[in-house]
């Protein structure tokens, strides 16, 4: 059984940092893309970074418009683990953010294999 689990959201002033963690279980995570969803009340989940999978030379990072500039996405595949730092966070960041693992490479949700429950992300103004 895959399970994704998201935790380091809570609540943070505008202009702060939080650094989100999803450990995997239950798939072979060094052959899985990771990436990073948002969701906002009333709105579509939407991408936000998306980082691929070892078997390309190198890493490849992926960062929607709006958080280029502000997000760093990593992995550790001894931990089975995916991070997004997220800094200069802005009210317009809140929404519950959500691990995502595909074995496509994909930042459409629609393609997703597996979720993970979602951390909330709060930034107050």
């Known amino acids: 059984q895959v399970q994704l689990v998201e935790s380091g959201g809570g609540l943070v002033q505008a202009g702060g940092s939080l650094r989100l963690s999803c450990v995997a279980s239950?798939?072979?995570?060094?052959?899985?893309?990771m990436g990073w969803f948002r969701q906002a009340p009333g709105k579509e989940r939407e991408f936000v970074s998306r980082?691929?999978?070892?078997?390309?030379?190198?890493?490849?990072?992926y960062y929607a418009d709006s958080m280029k500039g502000r997000a760093t996405i990593a992995r550790d595949n001894s931990k089975n683990t995916v991070y997004l730092q997220m800094n200069s966070l802005k009210p317009e960041d809140t929404a519950v953010y959500y691990c995502?693992?595909?074995?496509?490479?994909?930042?459409?949700?629609?393609?997703?294999?597996?979720w993970g429950q979602g951390t909330q992300v709060t930034v107050s103004s």
């Open positions: 995502a693992a595909s074995e496509a490479a994909t930042a459409l949700s629609r393609d997703i294999d597996y």
């Open positions: 239950g798939l072979t995570f060094s052959r899985y893309h």
């Open positions: 980082i691929t999978w070892s078997a390309y030379s190198a890493y490849r990072t």
